[in-house]
């Protein structure tokens, strides 16, 4: 699911941190720190501005000119993270620049990433294994998105705790974040499925990020594409970045979840039957 712009709030973050820089230079009258301090703000300005300016401009649905996108944002990342390392007191790692790399080798995905193949056209039901229903019960953005994913005749299926907080009161968020609570909008409702799952049986995945499933046929017969949301413990923004599971792991958890979603589905039937 879709997630906050990562070269835009890098490159604000870096922004923010040259200032800041500079006024503790200004007020030890250091000259020459001022002054190269005001030329990399300004480098930074014109990176940040130029990625700012992309990201808003390439709105293109094609997976390949979005993953393009998430790349070039991820040089301009590093270009930042370069400038502003020697500011630091600590030897540089070249994080971004790992990051990066393990992205072009499709170790890891950006939430760009993901959510340009969630968008495509080969994509037709997704599967959100969930300990909150976030960031679709939260984010507007991210219901926008999936209110049209729907609309294009794509599923989905939420996968929560039984033992969620607030259970109706987050569904009814889930229902009007994605934009089915007008009565124009019920027919699509039979496009969500939600399943709630025992937390006992369920508790350490629920202890976890998102997983999500994605299925490319409509009777889920192709083995599907699965990713895991990589936890960032100092980091508040979630699905920032994910990891694919093997597979293996992708047919194991579509069994699992598959199994417990063709009860309920089974309940539900006999429940109509009944009444």
Known sequence: MKSLDLGTTLAIVSFLFAIGTWLLSERRKDKLKVDRLTEVIKSIHAISGNTIWESKTVLSEVYETRVKQAEKNLVSINNIYQLTTQYIHQKSE????????????NIIWTGQMIWALEASKEITEIWLFTPDLKPDVSEDEVGKAVNAN?????KYVYFFPDNLPHLKTEINRLYNNIGLTEPATYKYKNQVNLVPLSYEKYRKLFNGGNIILFFSDEHRSFPPKCFEEL??????????????????????????????????TQLQSANIELT
């Open 94 to 105: 070249h994080i971004i620049g790992d990051i990066g790399l393990l992205v072009e080798k």
């Open 150 to 154: 729907i609309k294009n005749g794509k």
């Open 231 to 264: 936890i960032l413990n100092k980091i508040d923004e979630r699905a920032l970045f994910w990891q694919e599971n093997s597979e293996k792991k992708a047919k194991e958890l579509r069994e699992l979840f598959g199994n417990d979603l063709k009860k309920l």
